[in-house]
């Protein structure tokens, strides 16, 4: 189980990467991390804006939060417990697809997000070949996409979802499928984890929607228009 952590950790840091760049682009004072699980990724954000203000939500209550200044709050991120146009960023990394309510979760989001607010999501990709070869197995089973997902989208489906609500400013894709287990059984470890990182390099390039684990999308709320009055 060690071993594999090497593949897993480069894919996440790689995500974790993305999403602190793109948070670099926006200006923001409140932050909620919406499914912040220990709170790692809400606080290596808030490191880059000293003056910002940070509130983490999950389902579960994790014992780190004792130990972090940073509040935390244990809520259902479909039905978000704050008021209307409460932050100016929101971060949600492998969240929405742990439900079947993905438009409700995005409903809330836009609701306490601020106008001209950003959105900061990642999801795994449902087009991802390893995604595509397992899944008919999982259907004849009568399991989800995936043993931990009950709902994917693919990347069109992702982003006619969002344009919904908000306006996508960038789309990225993170690292390779992380869990290949044949990879770390076969051959020498080192090179094998070298094989990874030169496809991981190579399917950036090349047809990444049918190998990245994941997609990361940058989004704004744009203020509502009011439309002009006839003469």
């Known amino acids: 189980m060690g071993r594999i952590n090497l593949f897993v950790n480069y894919a996440w840091n790689s995500k974790h990467v993305i999403v602190r760049g793109m948070a670099k682009k926006v200006r923001y004072f409140t932050i909620l991390d919406a499914g912040c699980g220990n709170g790692k990724l809400l606080k290596e954000i808030l490191q880059m804006n000293q003056k910002g203000f940070g509130i983490g939500v999950d389902l579960k209550k994790y014992p780190s939060w004792k130990k972090s200044n940073i509040d935390f709050i244990k809520a259902d991120v479909r039905y978000l417990p704050f008021n209307k146009n409460t932050f ?3 971060v949600s990394t492998e969240v929405i697809e742990h439900f079947l309510e993905g438009e ?11 106008a001209k607010g ?3 999501i990642s999801t795994p990709n449902r087009l991802r070949w390893s995604s595509i070869v397992g899944r008919p ?6 399991k989800p996409p995936s043993p931990e997902h009950v709902r994917e989208y693919t990347p069109m489906e992702f982003k006619a979802m969002l344009k919904t609500h908000f306006k996508i400013i960038e789309f990225r894709y993170g690292a390779l499928n992380p869990y290949l287990r044949l990879m770390d059984k076969i051959g020498d470890y080192t090179f094998m984890f ?5 496809l991981d390099k190579l399917t950036s390039k090349i047809f990444p ?3 990245k684990w994941d ?3 940058l989004t704004t ?3 509502r228009t009011i439309e002009s009055k006839r003469l």
């Open 137 to 142: 197995f999982r259907r004849i089973a009568g």
């Open 221 to 223: 709320k744009e203020p």
């Open 209 to 211: 929607s049918l190998f």
């Open 215 to 217: 997609q990361i999308v």
């Open 104 to 114: 409700l979760f995005l409903g809330e989001v836009k609701r306490v997000l601020r």
């Open 88 to 90: 100016d960023l929101i």
């Open 118 to 120: 950003h959105l900061i």
């Open 194 to 198: 070298t094989v990874y990182l030169i």
